[in-house]
């Protein structure tokens, strides 16, 4: 019993040595599940970028490990040594994909140390330039009168605009023909070609679009207006008419389960500098995004959002009848 309690103490104060020294002249490797130049790839390296000088870190890079909706860098990490080096940095797929796939070989709950939420990006409801409909009180008068013959694109089985889709239709109380795309970009082409009649996506994929006048823009699925200039001016959907309808491609960042308390602190630390870095700020908005403030910022409350954007997702997810084998 002497020698555990020796052998014990000894790992407890290898630990926190190893958390003083951390990160040291060490790389930190963000790992994307997601392909180069994506919206996450993009988030990722403009927070890399205001993650380093707080966290005294060298270099932080990113390594992009895309594949299976985000699963296999996911799981990277849930394997990855857990001494901090290692982090994954993903966006709502962590709340969706315990519910998609029907196996996984990792559980989102307990093989990840939640360190906070990075920032929420709004779906935006678009349409094709030509639809007869000016405003969302248009737009649902001529949904209405379609009777089912709208077709609502999204960027494939599963996304987040497939997601938004689902969920648009519900709150509408209306059934659309929904119409899969392999990414966004050719629903976008599509909506613009007038193949397609509406898409729900968010706004690092739409604003350009929008501000062209290239598409018709008919709400924001936020609670609050967003301040990008050509945002600014489009109503919530809240305020449209669809009451508290907010949908978000929000995103966080995670460590290896394990990971030793004092490294999680000082990589929270300096997570909670970085989203107040001016130039991360600036990036973000010209995204159409909005950088987390909120007590989403701590681990354990960014933890409590991810369930409860399980339990949202869910449902409807099931009720669609999607699952990935």
């Keep these: 019993m002497k020698k555990l309690l020796t052998l014990a103490a000894i790992a407890l104060a290898a630990a926190g040595a190893s958390a003083q020294d951390y990160p040291g002249d060490k790389v930190v490797t963000i790992v994307v ?8 790839d993009r988030v990722a390296r403009d927070l890399a970028e205001a993650l380093r000088k707080p966290l ?22 849930a394997r990855a040594r857990p001494d901090g080096y290692t982090l994954l940095l993903t966006h709502v797929g962590m709340a969706t994909t315990p519910v998609l796939y029907r196996k996984l070989s ?97 706004t690092t994929n739409t604003t350009g679009q929008i501000e062209a006048k290239k598409v018709k823009a008919y709400g924001v699925a936020s609670l609050k207006r967003l301040t990008t200039p050509a945002l600014k001016d489009i109503p919530t959907l809240d305020e449209a008419g669809l009451k508290d309808f907010q949908v978000t491609i929000w995103h966080g960042l995670y460590a290896p389960k394990g990971t030793p308390a004092p490294v ?62």
């Design 106 to 202: 990792y559980n989102y709950e307990t093989d990840f140390e939640y360190l906070g939420m990075i920032n929420d990006v709004p779906m935006t409801l678009i349409g094709r330039p030509d639809l007869p409909a000016n405003n969302f009180k248009e737009l649902s008068d001529w949904i209405a009168k379609a009777g089912g013959k709208v077709n609502l694109g999204n960027a494939g089985i599963g996304s987040a605009s497939h997601l938004c889709g689902l969920l648009f239709q519900s709150a509408l109380k209306a059934e659309m023909t929904t119409v899969p795309y392999k990414g966004t970009a050719p629903a976008i082409a599509d909506l613009m070609g007038g193949q397609i009649d509406l898409l729900c996506d968010q």
């Design 33 to 40: 599940p997601f392909a180069a130049g994506g919206p996450t």
């Design 56 to 77: 005294g870190a060298t270099s932080v890079v990113i390594d992009n490990t895309a594949g299976a909706g985000s699963t296999i860098g996911n799981a990277k990490v």
């Design 264 to 325: 999680l602190k000082k990589i929270n630390d300096a997570l909670k500098l970085a989203l107040k870095d001016p130039d991360f700020i600036k990036k973000e908005e010209g995204l159409g995004a909005v950088v987390v403030n909120d007590k989403r910022v701590e681990p354990a409350e960014h933890k409590k959002f991810v369930q409860s954007e399980v339990a949202r997702f869910g449902p409807v997810i099931k009720a669609a009848g999607i699952y990935v084998d």
